[in-house]
């Protein structure tokens, strides 16, 4: 069974098989490089990142009559592995150039976690256990990737195969924007302010959409996605204009919730009214002494 790192593990509708058939991995992140969690589902050619939320303990948990103490939780989402290869393969490619061709040349895909230049034997184990996937693992080379052979493969990594497959990415996650409320709030926010043109529009999901994305690529081909969107200028200079309008009219906590400010102008002194000081505390006859009962008459059993 595969390890999680909390004792709480939220994944996707999978049945009751839970992590039984699923292999830990750890590798790169296709970001910053850092080693991270991710894991392997053979059954159904899927892959996964595991990312932590802890709640620096202000949670716990109540499972199988037992109280966990760490109320952190891991979460599985599905992850296209192309993302995981981009960075490795293009690495791979680029150590083997072949003349004026900066894809570099052929590698065979048996030899690549051995040519990625890993220093960690554990991400070696891990690349070796991703590319002995099948479908899994065509499916991804085939985005990004010249194949050749079939019993034997060797790849070359080609930008503009990489490209393409970034740029389909954007236009799929279009087409379903609006079903995502999550993707819906920059268009919301931007529409309260000013009408919007359908044209603008598809450009503001795309940049959505673009910023997702660029949370699993490189830097650099963060850089070269956006130039094929013209870096969305329009986009961007709308933005700057909301920001400096919504400063410009909400610039103090008052202004923000509409609160009405009270005139300081002459105001109106209000005068207390003093009552006449009394001339001390009330004194007690000797009669009413007599007529009050002690503290332990309240507790005497009254006699039948």
């Known amino acids: 069974m595969a390890n999680a790192s909390s004792a709480i593990v939220i994944l996707p509708d999978n049945g009751t098989e839970g992590l039984v058939h699923y292999e830990a991995l750890t590798l790169p992140h296709p970001r910053t490089g850092e080693s991270s969690s991710f894991y392997l589902d053979s059954r159904n050619s899927k892959m996964f990142e595991a990312s932590d939320a802890d709640h620096y303990g202000s949670r ?11 109320g952190s939780f891991t979460m599985f989402t599905q992850i296209d592995p192309t993302f995981l290869l981009v960075p490795i393969l293009q690495s791979c490619c680029r150590c083997f150039k072949n003349g004026n061709d900066s894809n570099g040349r052929y590698i065979q895909v048996d030899s690549l976690p051995f040519d990625a230049g890993f220093d960690s034997n554990l ?3 891990s690349l ?34 990489t490209l393409q497959w970034l740029k389909n ?3 799929i996650a279009a087409i379903n924007y609006e079903k995502t409320p999550a993707l819906m709030e920059m268009t919301k926010r931007i529409e309260s302010f000013k009408p919007i043109p359908q044209e603008l529009k598809q450009s503001i999901h795309e940049y959505q959409i673009v910023l997702l994305i ?3 690529l490189p830097q650099s081909w963060v850089d070269t996605l956006m130039k094929e969107y013209d870096d969305f200028k329009a986009v961007k200079e709308l933005e700057t204009e909301l920001e400096a309008t919504t400063h410009a009219s909400f610039s103090t906590p008052t202004d923000y919730f509409n609160i009405p400010k009270q005139s300081t102008a002459n ?11 009394k001339s001390g505390p009330k004194k007690i006859s000797a009669k009413d ?3 009050t009962r002690t503290l332990t008459s309240f507790f005497a059993k009254s006699s039948k």
């Open 60 to 70: 716990s948990w109540i499972a199988h009559n037992k109280i966990y103490k760490d």
């Open 123 to 125: 991400h070696v184990a």
């Open 128 to 161: 070796e256990s991703l590319v002995r996937q099948g479908t899994l693992l065509d499916c991804a080379l085939k985005n990004i990737c010249d194949v050749q052979g079939s019993y034997t493969k060797v790849v070359k990594f080609d930008k503009a195969r």
């Open 169 to 171: 990415k954007v236009a």
């Open 214 to 216: 660029s949370e699993y």
């Open 267 to 277: 105001p109106k002194k209000k005068t207390a009214s003093v009552k006449d000081p």
């Open 289 to 291: 002494m007599a007529k």
